[in-house]
C-alpha cells in the first residue's frame, strides 16, 4: 500500500526497523541488488527526532535499475555531526574518506544511517568495534523510542481532557480513537521490550565473547507488515478525523493555519541553528505548544464529543446544522408557558456505534436581552442495546450528583427505575434500553409526564 | 567520565594511539596499525573515525595543522600517560604470567 512506483528505472520501498535491526536493512539490499536494484537514496519519515506521529514507522528507499549482481552493503548508524568547523573538508567528507580508503564507496545516508557498499566480501568491516556499536545503538534507540512515546502521550492527550462517559461512549471519533491509540500503545511498548530483551543477548554475547545475533530480514519483514497496516489506519483515520470533524466543523482554518506556522517555525530552526541540541529544542519546543493549540481549540469546540450543535437562537461558528425551537422533541411551550417570550434552545445528538444521546436544553426569557430566566427544561436521552454502557451511564450519573439523588417509587414515570432530586426537580429515568434525565420548572403531573414519556421514548 | 571510559584500552584503542606517537592523518592509521600488529589488528573506518572523536574529546589526541585538506593528529601528554600505563598493564600481565604459562 505504501510502496510507490515511480517509472521502471526507479522504484522506491518502504520498510520499518529499529536501530538494531539495521542489519536486516543490509540482508534486504543485498536481496534486492541480486534482483537488480541497486540502493540510491535513503529517507526517513518526517525530520528525524519527531520522525512519526505515533512511533517511528521507518524509511523510504528509492532502488535504481542495474544488472543483478551480488553486492554486499554496510548499513550502520553513526552520530557524524554534519557540517562542523565550516570548513569545506568537513567531519561528514572525513568519515566517507576513511571509508572510502578502506574499500567502501558511500552511496547515501539520511539521519544517522549511513549506507556504503562494496563488491568484495573481504572488505574490512567499517565498524570493528562491538562495544561501540552496542552503546551507539543503546542511546538512540533510547532517545528515539523516548521521544515517540512523549509524542504518543501528547497525541492522546486531547482525548484524556474532558471527556465524560457518555461524551465517549457516543462518539464513534472517540472509541474507534482510543482503539487506535491503545494498539500504537502495545505496539511502542512492544518496541521498547524488543530493542530491550535484544540488547540485553547481546550485551551478554559481547560478555561471553561471541558474536551478537542480530534480527534477521525475515523477523523484521513480519513485523513490517503489522507496521504497514497500523500506519494505514492510522494515516485513514487522520484522513477521517479531517474530513469529518475538520472540515465539516469548521475547525479546517484555524488548524491548517497553525500546522502551516508549526512547519514554518521548524524549517526556519532547522535553518537557524547549527546545533543539534538547540536544533531539537526549538523543533520539540514548536510541536508541543502547536499541538497544544490544536488541542484546546479541538477540544473547545465539541470535536472530540462528535456532537452536532444545534442552537436556536445565535448561529454557533462552529455549528453546522441548527435546529429551530419548534424541532426538538420537547420545548418549554408544551407545558402551556407563556406564548410571547423570547426562547433560546440548544440541543446535542450525537451517535455512535454503542450507543446515542439527545440533550436538549430548552430557556425561555421574559425580556429581550435574554437576561431575565423564565423557565427551563433540560433533558437528556440516552440509548444502547448494551446493558453495561447503561449501567456504566447510570453510576456516572447518580455519583456525578452523589447523594442528591435518591430512589423513588411515588411517582407517575413508567420506567423500572426512578431517582429524584428534590433540590434540582429532577428525574432519572431507567428504561429498557435507554436512560432518561429530565429537570425542569414544570409540574410533574399524570399528563405532562405522558407527553414527555411519548416524546422522548421514540426517539 | 570521558577518563573512566578509557580506564582500560581495547586493542585497536592501544593501536591506534600508538601510531600516533608519530603525527599522521586518519587514513594512514589504519595501515599503520595494521603493520604495527603485524596485519593482526584491523580497525574499520567507522570505528576509527569514532575513536579519534573520543581520543580527542578527552584530549589524548590533538589536531595539528596540516597543508592540505587531511586533518592530521598526535598523541598528547595525556594520551602517552596512558599509553604507558596500558603497556605497564600489559607488561604485567606477561611477567606474571610467563613462569606459569612455562609450565604448560
Known amino acids: 500500500m505504501l510502496d510507490i512506483m515511480r517509472n521502471k528505472n526507479k522504484i522506491k520501498r518502504f520498510m520499518s526497523f529499529q536501530l538494531h535491526e539495521l542489519e536486516a536493512v543490509k540482508e534486504y539490499l543485498e536481496e534486492m541488488s541480486l534482483k537488480g536494484w541497486m540502493i540510491e537514496k535513503i529517507k526517513f519519515i518526517g525530520n528525524g527526532y519527531n520522525s512519526n506521529f505515533i512511533f517511528r514507522s521507518g524509511a523510504y528507499f528509492t532502488f535504481k535499475k542495474i544488472k543483478p549482481q551480488k553486492l554486499y552493503f ?8 554534519a557540517n562542523s568547523f565550516g570548513s569545506p573538508y568537513n567531519s561528514l567528507n572525513e568519515f566517507i574518506d576513511y571509508c572510502t ?5 558511500y552511496i547515501c545516508h539520511d539521519q544517522l544511517i549511513y549506507i556504503f557498499c562494496s563488491s568484495s566480501p573481504n572488505t574490512i568491516p567499517i565498524q570493528t568495534d562491538d562495544n561501540i556499536k552496542l552503546e551507539f545503538t543503546k542511546k538512540s534507540e533510547i532517545k528515539f523510542n523516548l521521544i515517540n512515546f512523549i509524542f504518543l502521550l501528547l497525541t492522546c492527550s486531547p482525548f484524556l481532557f474532558n471527556v465524560s462517559f457518555s461524551d465517549y461512549i457516543t462518539s464513534n471519533t472517540l472509541i474507534l480513537s482510543s482503539i487506535l491509540i491503545t494498539i500504537a500503545t502495545f505496539f511502542c511498548i512492544y518496541n521498547i521490550l524488543n530493542f530491550g530483551i535484544w540488547y540485553k543477548k547481546a550485551k551478554k554475547s559481547l560478555e561471553i565473547g561471541s558474536n551478537i545475533k542480530y534480527k534477521t530480514y525475515k523477523s523484521v ?4 507488515i503489522s507496521t ?3 500506519t494505514s489506519l492510522i494515516l485513514l483515520f487522520i484522513a477521517y478525523m479531517f474530513v469529518y470533524e475538520v472540515l465539516f466543523k469548521r475547525l479546517f482554518i484555524p488548524c491548517f493555519i497553525i500546522f502551516l506556522l508549526t512547519l514554518i517555525t521548524i524549517y526556519i530552526c532547522s535553518k537557524l541553528f547549527i546545533s543539534k541540541k538547540e536544533k531539537f529544542i526549538s523543533i520539540a519546543t514548536t510541536s508541543i505548544c502547536s499541538i497544544f493549540i490544536i488541542g484546546i481549540i479541538i477540544s473547545n469546540s465539541n470535536f472530540i464529543n462528535n456532537h452536532e450543535i444545534i442552537s436556536g437562537r445565535t448561529p454557533n461558528s462552529l455549528s453546522f446544522r441548527f435546529l429551530r425551537h419548534d424541532e426538538v422533541p420537547i420545548n418549554v411551550d408544551d407545558f402551556g408557558i407563556n406564548q410571547y417570550t423570547y426562547k433560546d434552545t440548544q440541543a446535542n445528538y450525537s451517535k455512535s456505534i454503542a450507543a446515542e444521546i439527545l440533550e436538549c436544553n430548552d430557556k425561555s426569557f421574559s425580556d429581550i436581552k435574554c437576561e431575565v430566566q423564565d423557565h427551563y427544561i433540560t433533558y437528556s436521552v440516552f440509548h444502547s442495546k448494551y446493558q453495561w454502557v447503561l449501567d456504566h451511564y447510570l453510576s456516572d450519573k447518580l455519583s ?3 447523594g442528591e439523588f435518591s430512589k423513588t417509587y411515588d411517582t407517575f414515570w413508567s420506567a423500572d427505575e426512578v431517582y429524584y432530586n428534590e433540590k434540582e426537580n429532577a428525574y432519572i429515568m431507567v428504561y429498557n434500553d435507554s436512560i432518561v434525565l429530565f429537570s425542569g420548572d414544570i409540574n410533574y403531573n399524570k399528563n405532562n409526564i405522558r407527553f414527555i414519556e411519548s416524546q422522548l421514548l421514540q426517539i | 567520565m570521558a577518563r573512566k571510559k578509557f580506564k582500560t584500552l581495547t586493542e585497536q584503542m592501544y593501536y591506534i594511539l600508538l601510531s600516533l606517537t608519530e603525527p599522521c592523518c586518519g587514513i594512514d592509521i589504519m ?5 604495527l600488529s603485524n596485519q593482526r589488528i584491523q580497525v574499520g573506518p567507522g ?15 590533538q589536531e595539528i595543522p596540516a597543508l592540505g585538506r587531511k586533518r592530521n ?20 600481565m606477561v611477567n606474571d604470567s610467563e613462569k606459569h604459562i612455562e609450565k604448560l
Open chain 1, 74 to 81: 554496510s548499513v550502520d548508524s553513526y552520530g557524524i555531526p
Open chain 1, 228 to 230: 504497514k497496516i497500523l
Open chain 2, 73 to 92: 593528529y598526535t598523541i598528547t601528554d595525556l594520551g602517552k600517560k596512558a599509553l604507558k600505563t596500558e603497556y605497564a598493564r600489559l607488561l604485567s
Open chain 2, 47 to 61: 570505528t576509527l573515525y569514532t575513536l579519534l572523536g573520543n581520543f580527542q574529546e578527552s584530549g589524548f589526541i
Open chain 1, 221 to 224: 519483514k513480519t513485523k513490517n
Open chain 2, 31 to 35: 595501515n599503520k596499525v595494521l603493520s
Open chain 1, 400 to 402: 456525578d450528583n452523589t
Open chain 1, 101 to 105: 580508503n578502506a574499500g567502501w564507496k
